[in-house]
């Protein structure tokens, strides 16, 4: 056999709060899209096809094929080829770089064990997230957005440690609604020190989320994120003024998720001009 083919498959997740302060962080799941297909071949060499971002930087994509060929192959197979759709923005807070790494790995773990046999999904975070610090598309490591994406529900991580601290289902009730500006901000851009400063803030955040009040952690998280980050936060404060359970910026943004009961969407929808993303809770399965 010259070729081996695999497909992966992961959701995308929203901030509740930030890692850079503490090392530690909270997300949950979303049910936005990232599906990857690899084709292992024996010559060396990856190359990487990101549907509709033909610019889009391909290193963590292909760190993610190397490290698990690195890990789990024989050597038969040493190059591969890559293809990612997504329906997630990327460069929004979104998760991109975390579902993508994530539905890679398994993809090219799919295609090693050749009939999709199980692989431990600690073992897809953790390439996951060794290629994405590899790849400088992070500035924590991001378990804990890695963590959401792929097991969904609300994950509760140290990113120091990758340990996932608490894991919990999200009301399945809700909807997520997301408001995506025309730009992006890409993780070189990020005001580090700034964002660093909210130790505080983030440590109160991250307290309320273990003691389940994810609703308030997220929004106070959104508001520090918004002026650590010098974003205005008209979105999120709409958004609370129009009856959200809750609105913040999602990692360092732009995008803003906003939380809200499922027969509330179009009157939200008319607030905001129709400019949003409708999503749902991804909770995947707490074992």
């Known amino acids: 056999m010259t070729e081996l083919k695999g497909f992966g498959s992961c959701m995308g997740a929203a901030t509740v ?6 090392g530690k962080g909270a997300a949950f799941g979303i049910d936005l899209k990232t599906e990857a297909y690899v084709t292992l071949r024996k010559d060396e060499g990856v190359n990487v096809t990101i549907d509709g971002h033909p610019s889009e930087d391909t290193l963590l994509a292909k760190r993610c094929v190397i490290n698990v060929l690195d890990t789990y192959s024989d050597r038969a197979y040493r190059g591969a080829d890559v293809r990612t759709f997504s329906e997630i923005p990327i460069s929004k807070g979104l998760k991109s770089s975390s579902s993508a790494a994530n539905a890679i790995v398994a993809a090219t773990l799919d295609a090693l064990c050749c009939n999709g046999d199980n692989v431990d999904k600690k073992e897809i975070l953790f390439i996951g997230v060794q290629s994405a610090k590899e790849a400088k598309v992070t ?3 991001a378990f804990d957005d890695a963590a959401a994406s792929l097991l969904g529900g609300l994950v509760i991580t140290d990113n120091t ?3 996932i601290i608490k894991r919990t289902l999200m009301p399945e009730d809700l909807k997520v609604l997301i408001h995506v500006p025309d730009f992006s901000i890409r ?5 580090v020190d700034r964002v660093k400063e909210c130790y505080q803030e983030s440590e109160i955040a991250l307290q309320m989320a273990l003691e389940g009040d994810f609703a308030k952690a997220m929004k106070m998280n959104g508001k520090t994120q918004e002026k650590a980050m010098n974003l205005s936060g008209d979105v999120s404060d709409m958004a609370m ?3 959200a359970l809750s609105a913040g910026l999602s990692g ?3 995008a803003t998720v ?10 939200f929808q008319s607030c905001f001009c129709d400019n949003l993303i409708i999503a749902d809770i991804y909770n995947g399965t707490v074992e």
């Open 17 to 22: 709060v930030n890692a850079i302060a503490t």
């Open 139 to 141: 500035i924590t490591g």
């Open 161 to 163: 440690k990758n340990e």
């Open 187 to 191: 993780k070189r851009d990020v005001p």
């Open 241 to 243: 003024k129009c009856g």
């Open 252 to 254: 360092t943004g732009p």
């Open 258 to 267: 906003i939380l809200v009961k499922e027969n509330d969407v179009k009157r």
